[in-house]
């Protein structure tokens, strides 16, 4: 696979990576979640299931690997994968993520999944809990979907706690999610420690129902910061698996387009990603090994500016976009 330059940071990284929030917990927004694990949530088997779709990950050519304390066991599972396969952490770009603890307690369905806390206690505890799982392989730490409500991006203490890690070495970065992704990234921007400007990288949900942080992103990699797209397969709802009604209309764009372009919806999806000017990783979010490998065909894509017009159709009002997704049932 063709490296990228991610940011200024003077890495270079795969263009596709592997998200790993479905493949760390029993349950998740996913449509069909629940089918994706088989329903068998023995954590030996869960973690055997991981395995099997890293590795199909790996096979395709993807080297980039993302996770957060709040996916259950995924930093666990990450950390034996490149444990029993003898990974060299040279081969491989690790991120992780804090903020979010992890509540559900194994269980799929759950009165909270995950508590956000963005505070100076928490960046410590789990600092030190990405460490022991991860140690040495991680590259890139991040900020688990910064708001402004969240307070983050003002609070001295913590910004000074993330610029002593980057002064360590790990490269430091933020996710964003919701309506008021743009605005929060620019203000994330603007942020220095000692006069250094504190971030390197930005995750962001950007796809065909949901372009509009994409000017932000594009600043954002003017600015050096290594761009990752998140969630371009809209949760699986850009796949054929989306079976709403109301959708229908938008699925046969998809599907008439895939056809001229002989590849496969997912594939499509992802391809419009990564044609962005400034996307340095897109993420796949899929928890089968069949899923990697049809999502990793994107890269074969020939994606062209027929397909960028016809496609543009799909993009929703932001904050529709955003209370649909909300309102996924967690499976
Ligand atoms: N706030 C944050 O920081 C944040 C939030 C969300 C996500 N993320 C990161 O972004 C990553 C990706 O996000 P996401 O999980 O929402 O991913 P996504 O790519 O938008 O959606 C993944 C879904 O698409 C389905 N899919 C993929 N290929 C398919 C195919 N060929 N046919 C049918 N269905 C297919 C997957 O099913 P299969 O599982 O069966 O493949 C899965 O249910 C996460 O793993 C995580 O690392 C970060």
Redesign the pocket.
């Known amino acids: 696979m063709q490296l990228r330059p991610f940011g200024a940071s003077g890495v270079a990284v795969t263009p596709l ?7 760390g917990r029993p349950g ?6 629940s ?2 694990l088989g329903r068998d949530y023995a954590i030996a088997a869960m973690e055997a299931h991981a395995h099997r ?1 890293l590795d199909a990950a790996w096979d395709a050519g993807i080297r980039y690997f ?3 304390r709040s ?1 259950g066991r ?1 930093e666990d599972f990450l950390g034996s994968w490149l444990t029993a396969r003898a990974i060299d952490p040279a081969a491989v770009f690790i ?1 992780s ?1 804090w903020g979010y603890t992890y509540t559900a307690g194994w269980h799929v369905e759950a009165e909270e999944h995950e508590v956000k806390e963005h505070t100076l206690p928490v960046l410590r505890r789990q600092w030190d809990e990405t460490q022991a799982r991860l140690g040495g392989s991680l590259r890139l730490y ?1 900020i ?2 910064a708001t402004f409500s969240s307070g983050v991006l003002a609070n001295v203490a913590v910004l000074t706690e993330l610029a002593r890690r980057k002064e360590g070495g790990t490269l430091i970065g933020l ?3 919701g309506p008021e992704q743009g605005a929060t990234l620019l203000r994330a921007l603007e942020v220095k420690i000692d006069g250094v400007a504190l971030f390197d990288a930005v ?1 962001a ?1 950007w ?1 065909l129902l949901e372009p509009s942080v994409g000017p932000a992103l594009a600043d954002a990699s003017r600015s050096g910061l290594g761009v ?1 797209v ?12 989306n079976d709403k009604a109301e959708f229908s209309p938008r699925l046969g764009l998809l599907h008439r387009e895939a056809e001229r372009l002989n590849t ?4 499509l ?2 391809a419009a990603a990564l044609a962005q000017p400034w996307a340095d990783v897109v ?6 090994a ?3 490998t ?2 990793a065909a994107a890269l074969e894509v020939a994606w062209d500016a027929a397909a960028a017009a016809s496609l543009a159709d799909l993009a929703e009002p932001p904050a529709r976009y955003w209370q649909t997704r909300s309102n996924l049932a967690w499976n």
């Open positions: 990576g592997l998200g790993l929030a479905a493949l998740y927004i996913n449509l069909n979640h089918r994706d779709v993302d996770a957060a996916y995924a991120a993520k991040q688990h979907s996710s964003l999610s995750q949900t796809n990752v998140k969630e371009a397969l809209a949760n699986g709802r850009l796949t054929s698996r496969t919806v997912d594939a999806a992802l993420l796949s979010g899929a928890a089968q069949d899923h990697v049809s999502n």
